[in-house]
C-alpha cells in the first residue's frame, strides 16, 4: 500500500519534501500540489517528474478523495488554518514548524484535535531523528550519567541573513532546543531566563547576538542554552547533559581527521542542511509508516503547542530580563503515552 | 520505470539484499528468487511480503522475461557461472564478493563479459560506498596532503568464528582493503609480503592471528595492514594515508561522548554489520541508478578479479615469507573509464 | 644569590612548599618554620632534611634577620593578620589563599601595602601558572577567536569530605575560577548570580550540589561556572572561551588513549592534586624569581581582595536567588600594571 | 650535598645541559668545561654566569680532583674515547647519543666497564623520561592491552637541513625509536627491514624520504616504524601498541582546542625541541639523583651498544632490501637488573 500524500506550500522546503517522499522514501507518491504560487507550483511539478495535480486552494486538495494524507510546508501564518482544516477532514497531518504562530494557535489545534477524537497532526521538529540525538537519549535512559541535572547546550550559526532579527534567535532558532531537550529529557519547563551581555559587531543592526537561555524544569534540571547566530566558525550543535555520575555529549559529526600545517583537525560543517539532511528522511519514512497503522509517534500538536508557549515565555524574559514562569494549560489525557 | 530484479542466493544476505531492494530502496522490485533450499525460499517470499516468484534453478530465473537484472548472492563457488550466465543473458548483474575463488575465474568472467561488449558486472565491494571512505578519498583527491607516500591500516574483529581459518584473514577480511584502497589511491600492486609474529592466545587453532600485509603500488606507494580478527575491543577499521604534507584518517563512527568513572570515552562498533549498514543502501541504491542507464560505475568485473589476483599472490607471499609480485592480465582497454 | 624562606604554618601544604623550595626549586633555601604545632614542626624540619630553625611565634620569624621572604600557609583565620606584618616588616610575603577570610581583611591589607608603598604580597592562585590556562591565553591574546564574548565553565570534583558544606562551593572550590577568570580575560566582574536546581543524591546533608554560578563582567562578558563537587567521575575542569569568531577551550590533560572492551578512552584525573601539581613548581619558582628584582607579578593583594569580593557577593547572590551587584573598591593607581 | 660537574663539549646541547645542571636542576653546579673551541667556551662560562674553570683538554678535567661526575656532549666521533677516559678515572658519566659512533665502539666501552666492575655510564636516551612514554609503559605493564603483539610508530619531523642524508634517518632519527621500545617492550630485537617506496619531492637530493623500518623482537612482536623528515606538518611522534586485547597509544601533547573557520583543531609541535623538552630535565635529575647514591638506573652503555648494532643492521638492510638478522653480543651478567 503506497500512501496518497498532498503537499500544501510548495516552496524550498516543500519541494524537498515532495522530492523526497515521492522518490527516495518508500511507500508514498505524491498526487497533490497547492501553493499561492500556482505558476511556479505547475512548473515544479513537471520538472520534477512529479507530476502532481495542481490545486489552486488547499482546502480543495485537502478534500481531494485520493489524497490520504498532508504535509504542510507553508509559510508559518498560515499553517494553523491549514492544519485545522485537515483535522476537520479527519486526515493525517505533518506540520513544518512552527505549529502556529502563537501558543494560544497551538493550542486551538491541540482543542480541535482533542475534540475530533485521534491523533491526526506531527510537528516537524526533525531532531528528534538525528541519530545523535537518539544514541544521545539511548544513553541517557539507559542510566549511564545517572539522573540528569544539568544540559549545557550550543546552537550556533555561522551567519544570518539581515532579516533575522529581534526575538528569532528564540522563535526561529531556540525552538528546536526547546522540542529536543522536552523530548530527550522527559521533562516540562517551569521558568525562563534570557542573559544577553556583549554584543559581537557581526550583529547586524536589529540583532543582539548571542544570547543565553535559562530553563528549569519540573524536576530542577537547569539548562543553558548559548544561541549565537553569527559565530562564523561553523555551524555547532552542542549538547552535553550532565547526571549524578557523569557527563554525555551529542556525538560530533563524523570527520576526516587531517594533520596538515601544524594542527591536527576535523571538519565543523558551515551548512546547517548538511547538519540534520539525513533526520528529514528518517523523520517522514517513520511517519509514513505511522500513519498506515493510525498513529503520530513523533512531535505532537501538544508538544508544537509547548515549545511555542516556552519560546513566548522566553521573548518575554528577553524583553523583562526577569526568571518568567512558563505557563501552560492542562495536558489532556488524550496526550498521554502508553 | 521500476527496475525488476531476481536474487540468486537467498540465505541471510541475500535476503537481506532482497528486503532492501524490494521495501528500503526506490526503483525496484523483487521479482524472482532461487535458492538450493527451495522450500526455505518460499518460505521467505511469503513472510516477507515480497511474493517473488521463485525458482527451482538460477538459469531459468536469469531467462525469464519479467527479470531486468540480477543479484548474485549464493555461496562463492557458484559465483562465476552464475555470473557468466547472466553475461551470457545480456542482464545487469551485481554479485556478492567474491567475484569467483581464484584469479583465474576472475578472468573467465572479465573475458566474458570483454566478449560480449558491454559492462555488466559489478562486485559488492561495499566500502566504496562508506561515507567515511568517500569524505578520505574527497580529502585526498582535493590534495589536502599532496601526493600520497604511504598507508597505514588495520582490519580488527573482536573475534571470529571457529572455522575462521588459514588464509582467510587474506581473503575473507583483507580482501575489502585490497579493494578499496585501489580505489582509494586510484592505483595498482605489484608486490606483496605477510609479515607474521606473536600468535594471540585467543587465536583457533588453525589460525595464526594477527598478521600485517605490506604492498606496494606502481607509484611506488606503501601501504601496511594489521589484519587482526581476534582482538577482542572492537570491530575497528583504521585507514590513515600519508602523503608528502600531512596525513589524511578515516573518520571515526560518531558516538556519544561519555565522561564516567575517571574516564573520557567513546564507543567502538563491536559488529561489523553496524559499521557498513549504510553502505549497503547507498551500493544498491546507485547500482539501480547506474543499471537503468546502462552503466557500472562501482567496483567492476576488473576489479574483482584484480582484488583475487593480488589475494592470491597474498597468500602465497603468507607461506613463502617472501615480497612476492603480483602479475596482473594485461588489463583491457573496456574498462578504461572516461 | 639564593634566597632565604620564612614558612608560616605548616601544615600539609606548608610542608610540601617548604620542600618543593628547599630542595626542587633553584635559588632559595628554607631556613625557618612557624606553626602552633611546635613539636611536629621541629620534627618535619629533621625528617625532611631541611634543618630550618623553628620559631614559637610568627612575628619573630618575620623579624629574623636571616628571613628575605615569607610563605604564609597557615590556616585562613590567620593570613590577613600574618601578612599585614610582613608588610610591617618590609619583606615579600606569599599567602596561600584566601588572602583574608572577608573582603573587608582583603582590603585592609590592599590598604596596608599601598601606604607601605611597594608590593610585597602575591596570593596563591596557583592557575595562572597553570600551561593549560596560560596555552588558553596565549590563543586568546593573539586574537584567533576574536573578542570574547561568553564563557562556559565547569568545576567538578569526584567527592568532598562531610565537612564541605553551604557555601564552601564558592569560598572554596569557585574562588579559582574567579581568579583566574579575571587574568584570563583582562576583565573585572559586575554582578554575580547563582542558579540551583535538582540535588544530586550524592550531596551530603548540608550541601546543595551542583550549582551554577553567572557572572557578568565590565565589558559584557558573560560567564557560567558549573560547580559540581560530588560529581564521582572525575577531577574535571573545563573552560571554553567563546569569541566573536571561534571557540578555544582548556586543554585536556594529556592522557594514553586506550581502545580496549568497545570503548576509546582517555583518562580523566580523579585527584584534585595531580591537575595542578606542575602549577605549584612554577608559580613558587618564578615568585623567587621576581622578588629578587623586587616585583610580584602573580595574583597581588588586590587581586586576592577582588576574589573575596565577588565571592562574597555571590555568597549573596546564592540566598537571594537574586542577580546581586558586584561592589568593588576604587582600584589604587598603585596596582596599575605596565 | 651537590655534586660537581664537568662538561665535555659545549657547543648548543653542551650549554644547555649546563644551564639546565647548573641553575634549574637541584644538587649539582657545574665547575669545569672543556671543548675544542677554548675561547668560545670561556665566553659561555661567564656570560651564563656559571663561572666554572675551562680546561684546555678533557683528560684534565676528567681528572681534576674536584669534578665528581662527567658530561659528554661533544661531537659523537669523540665520544668513544672521552667515555672510556671517564670510566678509567671511576666517575660517573653521562653521554649524549650515540655512545659510539659504531657497534663495536660501544662494545669496547662495555667491555670496559664490566672490567672495571662498576655501573658508571648512562646515555642520553631522553625519551624514556618523557612522561608520555612513562604512561604508556604503565599501562601496558598494568596489563592494560593484554601481551603485546605489534606496535605501529611514526617519527615525522617537518624538514631536515641540507646534512642530513643517506643512513642518518636510521642513525640520527630512529634510534631514539630503538632504545626507547626496547625499554617499552622489555625486549630486543632479532631482524630488521626496510621499506622505500615513494620518495617525497620534499627530500633533498642524497636523502629517500620516507621510510619505513620492520623490527621483530624476541617475543615475535612485529613493530614498524615510518620515518618522514620531510614531512612538512609537525614534529609527530606516533606509537601505537597493540596487544592480545586493546591498543593503547602515546598521548598526544596536551593543547589548546580551537574551533575556527569550519575546523576543530588542536595544535601539533613544529619544533622538536618544544615535545621532549621536560624530558631532558627529569632524565638529568634522576641521574643526579642515581649517581649519588652510586646507580645507573638509565640507558645504560649496553643499551647504547644495542641501540648501534640495531641501528647498523637496519643500515644493512636499507642497502640490501632484505631481511638481516640483529647480532648481538652475548649480554654480561653485569647489566642485568635486580
Redesign the interface.
Known amino acids: 500500500m503506497s500512501l496518497r500524500i498532498g503537499i500544501i506550500g510548495c516552496g524550498a522546503i516543500g519541494q524537498d519534501h515532495a522530492r523526497r517522499l515521492h522518490?527516495?522514501?518508500?511507500g508514498a507518491s505524491v498526487v497533490a500540489l497547492n501553493d499561492i504560487n500556482l505558476e511556479a507550483t505547475q512548473a515544479f511539478s513537471l520538472a520534477s517528474g512529479i507530476n502532481a495535480k495542481v490545486y489552486a486552494n488547499y482546502e480543495d486538495l485537502i478534500q481531494a478523495p485520493d489524497v490520504d494524507a498532508l504535509l504542510v510546508a507553508s509559510w508559518g501564518d498560515a499553517h494553523e488554518e491549514q492544519v485545522l482544516a485537515c483535522i476537520n477532514a479527519g486526515k493525517p497531518v505533518f506540520c513544518e514548524k512552527p505549529l502556529a504562530t502563537s501558543a494560544a494557535g497551538g493550542l486551538r489545534i491541540v482543542e480541535a484535535e482533542v475534540k475530533h477524537g485521534k491523533n491526526l497532526v506531527q510537528v516537524g521538529f526533525m531532531r528528534r531523528y538525528d541519530?545523535?540525538y537518539r544514541?544521545?537519549k539511548k544513553?541517557i535512559d539507559a542510566g549511564?550519567?545517572g539522573?540528569?541535572?544539568?544540559a549545557?547546550c550550543a546552537h550556533r550559526n555561522p551567519s544570518v541573513p539581515e532579516n533575522y532579527v529581534g526575538d528569532m534567535g528564540i522563535t526561529d532558532t531556540h525552538v528546536h532546543e526547546l522540542d529536543v531537550l522536552r523530548w530527550l529529557l522527559n521533562d516540562d519547563y517551569v521558568t525562563a531566563q534570557v542573559?544577553?551581555?556583549?554584543?559581537?559587531?557581526?550583529s547586524n543592526g536589529n540583532l543582539h547576538d548571542?544570547m543565553?537561555v535559562?530553563l528549569?524544569?519540573t524536576?530542577?534540571?537547569?539548562i543553558?542554552t548559548?544561541i549565537?547566530v553569527t559565530?562564523?566558525?561553523?555551524y555547532?550543535i552542542q549538547c552535553h547533559v550532565?547526571g549524578?555520575?557523569?557527563?554525555?555529549?551529542?556525538?560530533?559529526?563524523?570527520?576526516?581527521?587531517?594533520?596538515?600545517?601544524?594542527?591536527?583537525?576535523?571538519?565543523?560543517?558551515?551548512d546547517w542542511k548538511q547538519r540534520f539532511i539525513d533526520s528529514y528522511d528518517v523523520e517522514l519514512q517513520e511517519w509514513l509508516e505511522d500513519i498506515k497503522v493510525g498513529l503520530v509517534n513523533g512531535p505532537t500538536a501538544w508538544d508544537g503547542y509547548f515549545a511555542s508557549a516556552t519560546a513566548e515565555a522566553c521573548v518575554e524574559a528577553r524583553h523583562s530580563k526577569q526568571i518568567v514562569p512558563i505557563r501552560i494549560a492542562n495536558r489532556p489525557a488524550f496526550y498521554d503515552r502508553g
Do not use: W, Y
Not at 539522573?147 to 544539568?150: A, E, T, W, Y
Not at 524536576?219 to 537547569?222: D, E, L, S, T
Not at 555520575?245 to 558551515?270: C, D, F, H, K
Open positions: 522518490f527516495k522514501l518508500s541519530a545523535g544514541a544521545l544513553t549511564a550519567i539522573d540528569v541535572l544539568m549545557h542573559v544577553q551581555g556583549r554584543k559581537s559587531r557581526n548571542p543565553m535559562l528549569e524544569t524536576q530542577g534540571i537547569r543553558d548559548e549565537f559565530c562564523r566558525f561553523g555547532d550532565v549524578e555520575t557523569g557527563v554525555a555529549s551529542l556525538p560530533e559529526p563524523a570527520s576526516v581527521a587531517l594533520r596538515s600545517g601544524g594542527r591536527q583537525s576535523t571538519e565543523i560543517l558551515m
